[in-house]
T-cell receptor
Framework: KAGVTQTPRYLIKTRGQQVTLSCSPI?????VSWYQQTPGQGLQFLFE???????NKGNFPGRFSGRQFSNSRSEMNVSTLELGDSALYLC????????????FGQGTRLTVV | KQEVTQIPAALSVPEGENLVLNCSFT??????LQWFRQDPGKGLTSLLL?????REQTSGRLNASLDKSSGRSTLYIAASQPGDSATYLC????????????FGKGTHLIIQP
């Protein structure tokens, strides 16, 4: 069974640009969550999607958005990039929503210059 | 707001030793607790999931315990090996999962050959 797949693995963007990251969950999983990992703040929850609906959202500005498609694949978008957005972005897949075991992908390393 | 603390932040021990990693959380109203390992630059690998109604879970050389009333969990690693070197992260999920997983900053473990 394939794991959680995140693409691309690495990205370099310039301040002010926007970026889209993709996550394909484990087959049969309907919940996808996104996390940001930085050396200073650690891992922080961005948002969770289940059946194409955003169910929960962390404390991040509106520049961070996402969506989920009917096949459960999810995309995360960050607009007007700032240097502080440089981080490892991790996607987690779960069978259901909210309270089940989370399985993580390898992450996308975003560098903003 | 839930806060998760992991002690120690770093640990270096000789191969073969048994060791304990600690995790504490401020709000005991959790649904479950999950232990992960993270290798440098990689995603998170799920090690053990403990539901709030459980006291411990075991997988191979790993044993995790949960004392919800005192807000503590421990991860016991038996007969440590160099391949166990990684950062170990503890994460808790509240009932309903509204805030996703709340992570500690991790324990950076080095097993000396």
């Amino acid at each position: 069974k394939a794991g959680v797949t995140q693409t691309p693995r690495y990205l370099i963007k310039t301040r002010g640009q926007q970026v889209t990251l993709s996550c394909s969950p484990i087959s049969g999983h309907r919940s996808v969550s996104w996390y940001q990992q930085t050396p200073g703040q650690g891992l922080q929850f961005l948002f969770e999607y289940f059946s194409e609906t955003q169910r929960n959202k962390g404390n991040f500005p509106g520049r961070f958005s996402g969506r989920q498609f009917s096949n459960s694949r999810s995309e995360m978008n960050v607009s007007t990039l700032e240097l502080g957005d440089s981080a490892l972005y991790l996607c987690a897949s779960s069978p259901g929503t909210g309270t089940t075991e989370a399985f993580f992908g390898q992450g996308t390393r975003l560098t903003v210059v | 707001k839930q806060e998760v603390t992991q002690i120690p932040a770093a640990l270096s021990v000789p191969e073969g030793e048994n060791l304990v990693l600690n995790c504490s959380f401020t709000d005991s109203a959790i649904y479950n607790l999950q232990w992960f390992r993270q290798d440098p630059g990689k995603g998170l690998t799920s090690l053990l999931l403990i539901q709030s109604s459980q006291r411990e879970q075991t997988s191979g050389r790993l044993n995790a315990s949960l004392d919800k009333s005192s807000g503590r969990s421990t991860l016991y690693i038996a007969a440590s090996q160099p391949g166990d070197s990684a950062t170990y992260l503890c994460a808790v999920r509240a009932w309903g999962g509204a805030d996703g997983l709340t992570f500690g900053k991790g324990t950076h473990l080095i097993i000396q050959p």
